[in-house]
């Protein structure tokens, strides 16, 4: 069964790590895609990956900064006037930003973290939900993080964003289940993509990789999740199966977040 056939999904951060493993994972079971990112050679190679694995997946490329509203219009726009419709959304571009302590965190860089993953999920959600209620149906996938569900230090404009990731899913699944529509988050723990190797190359600089395994002792599984892992969850939360599913953070992170 393909769950995705003639379905329209948008997936912002679709040029890389989660955002390009959940592509992939729909445009497998017939997605019609609309990819977004600020960096287009990323999105190109999306794209690439994606036709590699089905010739005839369809893939539109929407360069766009998710913290910037006129982008956000542009992107929803854009596949309102391709395809008519959406079905489900992928709201997932983020930052991690520079790590430090509370004292040391400079304004600027919480505001840059900020804008990123609070106020583009917020957008998108505003353009997206829009259209999603006047169709009657849609799903609304927000990527929060384990930062978003627990304290982990360090990460002062992260942990706010991504609380407040939680906090915007919540408060939107409440207004517009009665339209048909869903809205929930996902809490990954440490998935192996290019934020983590940067923000391992943060901590243990040219010995990150001892770095990535000191920090997987303390998992229960003992190792980084896998961009496809997290690629089959948001394909299910996205598909019909999950539509009453609604106002949830699931986290996925190997039981990282019980530790705490
Ligand atoms: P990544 O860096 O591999 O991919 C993020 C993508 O978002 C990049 O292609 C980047 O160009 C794009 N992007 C960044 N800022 C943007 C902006 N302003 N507008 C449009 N696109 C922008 O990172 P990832 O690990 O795939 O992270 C995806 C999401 O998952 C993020 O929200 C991140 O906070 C969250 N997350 C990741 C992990 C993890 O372990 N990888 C854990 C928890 C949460």
New binding site residues.
């Given amino acids: 069964m393909k769950r995705f056939e003639e379905k329209v999904v948008i997936i912002?951060?679709g040029?890389?790590?989660?955002?390009r493993a959940a592509a992939l994972e729909v445009a497998k079971e017939g997605a019609k895609l609309v990819l977004?990112?600020?960096?287009n050679d990323?999105l190109e190679e999306s794209k690439a990956v994606i036709l590699a694995a089905d010739p005839n997946a369809v893939v539109e490329l929407v360069q766009?900064?998710?913290?910037d509203e006129e982008g956000v219009k542009k992107y929803v726009q854009f596949t309102i006037d391709q395809f008519g419709k959406i079905d489900g959304f992928f709201n997932?571009?983020?930052?991690?930003g520079k790590q430090n302590l509370t004292e040391d965190f400079g304004i600027d860089e919480f505001n840059r973290v900020v804008s990123?993953?609070l106020n583009?999920v917020f957008f998108g959600m505003k353009y997206v939900l829009k259209e999603m209620k006047r169709q009657g149906f849609g799903s609304i996938v927000n990527?929060a993080?384990?930062?978003g569900i627990r304290g982990v230090g360090n990460q002062s404009g992260y942990a706010a964003s991504?609380h407040g990731v939680v906090g915007l899913t919540r408060n939107s699944a409440i207004e517009y289940g009665q339209f048909g529509v869903s809205v929930k988050a996902i809490a990954?723990?440490?998935?192996m993509?290019?934020?983590?190797e940067a923000s391992l190359k943060q901590i243990g600089g040219d010995n990150w990789e001892e770095a990535g395994k000191e920090f997987v002792s303390v998992n229960p599984m003992k190792r980084f999740?896998k961009?496809e892992e997290v690629g089959h969850l948001v394909a299910f939360l996205l598909s019909n199966q999950a539509d009453f599913i609604n106002a949830v953070v699931i986290p996925i992170d190997g039981g990282q977040s019980y530790k705490y």
């Avoid at 977004?36 to 960096?39: G, I, Q, R, Y």
């Avoid at 997932?92 to 991690?96: F, K």
């Fill in positions: 912002t951060g040029g890389s790590g989660l955002g977004v990112d600020l960096n990323a766009a900064n998710v913290a997932n571009a983020g930052i991690e990123v993953n583009g990527t993080s384990v930062g991504k990954p723990g440490a998935i993509t290019p934020m983590v999740g961009p």
